[in-house]
């Protein structure tokens, strides 16, 4: 199986962005979906998860009310829908598939797709 993350680009503040991560195989529903980022000289961290099964969400505290992580089901995809995007949103952005919410349990990782929010 192999995620494949796109939809980053170069958005001014305030503005939007959907990214889309396309699992190559089938994600069971004891899998946990999550979105992480990292921005440059800092470490990599969680952004928002999904459990496949039910659909329950988390969400880091720096984007709760801004972002919106969503799955098909059918098409094997989880999204991430970005409002009011701040400049400190700027980042690497990671898709990865768990067997657990615990960070250490992510194994499958996407390529990364690039956000970048202007001033």
């Known amino acids: 199986v192999q995620l494949q993350a796109c939809g980053g680009g170069l958005v001014q503040a305030g503005g939007s962005l959907r990214l889309s991560c396309a699992a190559s195989?089938?994600?069971?529903?004891?899998?946990?979906m999550g979105w992480f980022r990292q921005a440059p000289g800092k470490e990599r961290d969680i952004v928002a998860r999904?459990?496949?099964?039910?659909?329950?969400?988390y969400y880091t505290d720096s984007v709760k009310g801004r972002f919106a992580i969503s799955r098909s089901t059918a098409e094997n995809t989880v999204y991430l829908q970005m409002n009011s995007l701040k400049p400190e949103d700027t980042a690497v952005y990671y898709c990865?598939?768990?067997?657990?919410?615990?960070?250490?349990?992510?194994?499958?990782w996407g390529q990364g797709t690039v956000v970048t929010v202007s001033s």
């Open positions: 999904i459990r496949w099964g039910p659909g329950t969400t």
């Open positions: 195989g089938r994600i069971f529903s004891s899998h946990v």
């Open positions: 990865a598939r768990g067997t657990s919410t615990s960070t250490a349990d992510f194994t499958l």
